[in-house]
């Protein structure tokens, strides 16, 4: 990951309640100074040969985890995705207040992964029947969501879901919903690569919310893990 990494702002607590938030002294910058450290355009521009994908699946410290450690996928970025406001931050977004989610941008080698086989990894990297929360965390900015770019993207998340509703995976039918792109903001720097922060493993969420996904899809995943996630 090319940003670098500073204590998160949102200490989630470790206990099935809603989120507690706190803004700890290293973060003592405004939220609206660190959202601006760099643009999906630029982006775009390190990785002009990766195809993308966005989605929304709670926490987005989890997610992005899960498919970092995935064969062909080249970069993964925290984000908020789904809203109309300009340049939102963490405060904004976590307030509930915005219709902006948690999400991820993932950019993936289109030769080595199929955009089919990362809606795979979606479905399991989170609860994808809840609604407007992931666990602890509730909110519409927790949903489940998934923001196509084209009209090939649309069609195979609606056909996955369509598979999975009728396949009895789940006791529930998929809350996921399918929003229309907008704009994907990059999150602010400390929230980049927060789970393999050396300094964050010990965290009460990391432990309690976090890791129990990131292995989830570890071992559904085992034989496309890059090789320095394998066992």
Not at 60 to 69: K, L
Not at 94 to 105: F, N, R
Not at 134 to 160: C, H, M, V, W
Request: proline share 5%; with cysteine; hydrophobic share 30%.
């Amino acid at each position: 990951m090319a940003l670098s990494l500073a204590a998160c702002d949102s200490q989630r607590n470790s206990v099935g309640t809603t989120t507690s938030e706190t803004t700890p002294a290293a973060a003592t910058a405004s939220d609206a100074q660190l959202a601006g450290g760099i643009t999906i355009e630029e982006l775009d521009a390190k990785y002009p040969d990766a195809e993308k994908a966005y989605f929304a699946g709670g926490c987005f410290w989890c997610t992005e985890a899960s498919f970092t450690r995935i064969q062909g996928v080249e970069d993964v970025y925290s984000g908020y995705a789904g809203g109309t406001a300009d340049n939102p931050t963490y405060k904004q977004v976590s307030s509930g207040q915005t219709e902006y989610a948690e999400a991820i941008v993932v950019y993936y080698d289109p030769n080595e992964i199929t955009y089919d086989k990362l809606l795979d990894i979606f479905f399991v990297a989170h609860d994808p029947t809840q609604v407007d929360r992931q666990g602890p965390d509730i909110g519409t900015q927790y949903r489940s969501a998934i923001f196509p770019l084209n009209d090939e993207q649309r069609q195979q998340a609606e056909a996955k879901i369509a598979k999975l509703n009728g396949s009895g995976k789940f006791d529930q039918e998929i809350a996921t919903t399918i929003e229309d792109y907008g704009t994907f903001y990059v999150a602010e720097a400390y929230h980049q690569n927060y789970y393999e922060d050396p300094t964050n493993p010990n965290q009460g969420y990391v432990q309690s919310v976090s890791r129990p996904k990131v292995e989830k899809v570890m071992k559904e995943f085992s034989d496309i893990l890059k090789p320095e996630y394998r066992q």
